[in-house]
C-alpha cells in the first residue's frame, strides 16, 4: 500500500503542473497579454511536469521490479535449488540401490561359499544356487551344463530351473533344453550373447582356474531391465557363475572319501561310520532311529536290454529321487550294486513307511531316460526297519532292513515291507 501512494503523489502533481502549464499556454496562443513572470513560470512549469513525467516513469519501472522481480528470481532459485535436490536424490537413489544390489550379490556368493564348505550334497547346493541366480538377476530360465567326471568331452544337462521350479537329470524334458551355442562356449570359455526385442539369452561358461567344467545358459526378460541394468546384470552372473563353480569344485576331495562318484550318494563305508555315532546315542537316550533300505526291481533287465550306460544313468536317477524325498537331516548311501539305504534319525515306524512309500510311488511314475533318449520304466522294492532297545549293535539294525526288503522282493516286488520282532510290537 505504501508503495501505491508513492507513485500515486507524482502522478497528482504532475497531472497540476499539467493543467497550469496548459493554462498559460493557451493564454499565449489566443493573445492574451502575459507578463514576463508568467511567462518563466509557464516555462519552469512545463520543464518541472516534463521532469515529473519522466521521474513518475522511472518510479513506475522502479515499482514493477521493487513489486515483480524479487518474487520471480525468489522463485526461479527455488525452482533451480530444487531441480538440484531432485537430480541429486535421484542419482543418490540409485547409487544407493546399486550398492543395496552389490551387498545382495556379495551375499549370495558368500552363502554359495558356506554351503560348498558345509554340506556336499550336489542337487541341494545347486538348486540353492539356481534359486539366488533367479532372485538376483531375475532369470526366466536358467539351465546348467556339466561335464561328467568320466568322459570330460561331453556335455550333459545337470539341471535346469523354470517357473520356481528346479529339475534334475532325467527329470528335465529334452524339449525344453536350448543348446544353442552350448558346444561353442563349452570348447573356447567364451560368452555368447543373444538378444531379441524381448529376450537376452546369455551363454556362459563355469570355469575354475581356466578349467571350464560347464556352461550355464540364462534367459532374461529385457523388459524388467534398463540397456545398462542388462550390462550389470550380465556382469553379476559372471560373478555369481565364478562362485557356483569353485562351489561345485569345492567337494571333490571330500567327495572321493565319503561319496559315490556314480550316483552321488554316501558310501556303505560312510554308512558304517554314520551308524556307529548315531547307535550309542539311541540306546542311552531311547531315540528313535529307521532305515530303509532300497533294491531296484530287476536291473539286470535294464542293463542286458538298454546297457550298462543306461543302467547308470537309471540307478543315479534314482539315487536324486530318493535324496529329494527325503529330509535336510536324513541321509542316504549306496550300499551296494544297486541297493540304497536310507537313515532316518527321529523316525518311528509310520514316518518310515510313509517315507518309503512316497519313494516308491515317485520313482514308479517317472519316466527315466537312457543315454540314447530312449523311456525307461523302473519300480523299486524297500524294506524299513526300526531300532529296537534290545539291539546290541547297529549291524542289527541293517540286518533287520534288509530281511523285510527280501520280503517284499518274494512278495512280487515293487511294495514296501516292514520289520516285525517277534519280542515286541514296533
Same mark, same amino acid.
Given at each position: 500500500?505504501?508503495? @501505491? ?68 528470481? #525468489? ?16 542419482? !543418490? ?25 558345509? !554340506? ?27 561335464r561328467p567326471e568320466d568322459d570330460q568331452k561331453v556335455l550333459k544337462v545337470r539341471a535346469r530351473r523354470a517357473g520356481g521350479e528346479t529339475l534334475f537329470n532325467s ?16 570348447? +573356447? ?34 523388459? @524388467?531391465?534398463?540397456?545398462?541394468e542388462l550390462d550389470r546384470a550380465h556382469l553379476n552372473l559372471r560373478n555369481i557363475l565364478n562362485h557356483i563353480g569353485l562351489a561345485i569344485k569345492t567337494p571333490t576331495?571330500?567327495? #572321493? ?8 550318494? +554316501? ?90 512309500? #512316497? ?40 540286518? !533287520?532292513? !534288509? ?21 515286541t510290537m514296533p
Amino acid at each position: 500500500m505504501a508503495r @501505491q501512494h508513492s507513485v500515486l503523489l507524482p502522478l497528482l502533481v504532475c497531472i497540476l503542473l499539467f493543467l497550469f502549464a496548459s493554462h498559460y499556454g493557451y493564454t499565449v496562443i489566443y493573445g492574451r497579454s502575459t507578463n514576463p513572470v508568467e511567462a518563466l513560470l509557464a516555462g519552469a512549469t512545463i520543464g518541472l511536469s516534463a521532469f515529473c513525467i519522466i521521474l513518475l516513469v522511472q518510479l513506475r519501472r522502479q515499482y514493477r521490479r521493487a513489486a515483480a522481480s524479487p518474487d520471480k528470481l #525468489r522463485v526461479k532459485e527455488l525452482q533451480a535449488h530444487l531441480e538440484g535436490l531432485r537430480a541429486k536424490n535421484q542419482d !543418490d537413489t540409485t547409487k544407493l540401490k546399486n550398492l543395496s544390489h552389490q551387498v545382495e550379490i556379495l551375499s549370495a556368493m558368500r552363502e554359495i561359499s558356506l554351503m560348498a564348505s558345509q !554340506d556336499v550334497d550336489f542337487e541341494r547346493l545347486v538348486e540353492h544356487a539356481l534359486e539366488l541366480v533367479e532372485h538376483l538377476i531375475g532369470t526366466r530360465e536358467i539351465t546348467l551344463f556339466l561335464r561328467p567326471e568320466d568322459d570330460q568331452k561331453v556335455l550333459k544337462v545337470r539341471a535346469r530351473r523354470a517357473g520356481g521350479e528346479t529339475l534334475f537329470n532325467s527329470a528335465i524334458p529334452p524339449e525344453a533344453v536350448d543348446l544353442t551355442n552350448v558346444a561353442e562356449v563349452a570348447r +573356447y570359455g567364451n560368452i555368447k550373447r543373444l538378444e531379441t526385442e524381448k529376450m537376452l539369452d546369455l551363454t556362459v561358461p563355469v570355469m575354475v582356474d581356466r578349467e571350464i567344467l560347464g556352461v550355464v545358459k540364462v534367459k532374461i526378460d529385457k523388459e @524388467q531391465y534398463s540397456p545398462d541394468e542388462l550390462d550389470r546384470a550380465h556382469l553379476n552372473l559372471r560373478n555369481i557363475l565364478n562362485h557356483i563353480g569353485l562351489a561345485i569344485k569345492t567337494p571333490t576331495l571330500y567327495d #572321493r572319501a565319503v561319496l559315490d562318484s556314480l550316483t552321488g550318494l +554316501y558310501t556303505k563305508r560312510h554308512l558304517t561310520a554314520e551308524l556307529n555315532k548315531i547307535f550309542p546315542g539311541c540306546k542311552r537316550l531311547s531315540k528313535s532311529l529307521a532305515v530303509i533300505m532300497i533294491d531296484l526291481d530287476h536291473f539286470k533287465k535294464i542293463n542286458d536290454k538298454y546297457g550298462h550306460l543306461t543302467g547308470d544313468i537309471v540307478l543315479r536317477d534314482v539315487a536324486s529321487i530318493v535324496k529329494r524325498e527325503i529330509r535336510d537331516y536324513d541321509s542316504a548311501f549306496r550300499y551296494g550294486g544297486e541297493e540304497i539305504c536310507v537313515l532316518l534319525p527321529d523316525t518311528d515306524s509310520r514316518s518310515a513307511l510313509s517315507v518309503a512309500e #512316497r519313494i516308491r510311488k515317485k520313482i514308479g511314475k517317472n519316466r527315466f531316460r537312457g543315454d540314447t533318449n530312449q523311456k525307461v520304466s523302473m519300480t523299486v522294492s524297500a524294506g524299513v526297519a526300526v531300532f529296537h532297545k534290545n539291539m546290541d549293535k547297529s549291524e542289527d539294525l541293517i540286518s !533287520d532292513a !534288509d530281511s523285510a526288503l527280501y520280503k517284499a522282493k518274494r512278495g512280487g516286488r515293487n511294495q514296501v515291507k516292514f520289520y516285525r520282532r517277534k519280542t515286541t510290537m514296533p
